[in-house]
C-alpha cells in the first residue's frame, strides 16, 4: 500500500528552524516528484515547495524562496524540507504528495498521493 507520512512539525519562536521528512512505502521515491504543500485555518491550499523524481529541479513558492530548501534521499526514500527563519504567517499543516513523474521538472499540479500532514506553528 503507498503511504506517505511526514513529520517533524511541533511549535518553534519566529526566526527559529524546523525540518520536515516525507517518508514514502509501498513504492520507490525515485521515479516520482514530491511536494511539499500547506494549508493555513481559514485559507487555501498552497504549493511551498517540490523536486523533481532525481533532485536536480527543485522550484519554490515566492514566500519562502531563500528560507526553505527541498531535498531528496532516495535511498531512504524520504524528501526533506528545511525551514529556516520562520515567520508567523509560515503557519499551517503541512502536506507531502507524490506524482509519478519519472521525467522533466516538477510542478506543483497533478498530485495523486497524499500524507495526513503535520503542524507547524511559529509562535513567540
Known amino acids: 500500500q503507498l503511504q506517505l507520512v511526514e513529520s517533524g512539525g511541533g511549535l518553534v519562536q519566529p526566526g527559529g528552524s524546523l525540518r520536515l521528512s516525507c517518508a514514502a512505502s509501498?513504492?520507490?521515491?525515485?521515479?516520482?516528484?514530491i511536494g511539499w504543500f500547506r494549508q493555513a485555518p481559514g485559507k487555501e491550499r498552497e504549493g511551498v515547495s517540490c523536486?523533481?523524481?532525481?533532485?536536480?529541479?527543485?522550484q519554490y513558492a515566492g514566500s519562502v524562496k531563500g528560507r526553505f530548501t527541498i531535498s531528496r534521499d532516495n535511498a531512504k526514500n524520504t524528501v526533506y524540507l528545511q525551514m529556516n527563519s520562520l515567520k508567523p504567517e509560515d503557519t499551517a499543516s503541512y502536506y507531502c504528495?507524490?506524482?509519478?513523474?519519472?521525467?522533466?521538472?516538477?510542478?506543483?499540479?497533478?498530485?495523486?498521493?497524499w500524507g495526513q500532514g503535520t503542524q507547524v506553528t511559529v509562535s513567540s
Open positions: 504528495a507524490a506524482q509519478f513523474r519519472p521525467s522533466g521538472p516538477c510542478t506543483f499540479d497533478g498530485y495523486n498521493y
Open positions: 509501498g513504492f520507490n521515491l525515485n521515479v516520482y516528484a
Open positions: 523536486i523533481n523524481y532525481s533532485g536536480y529541479n527543485t
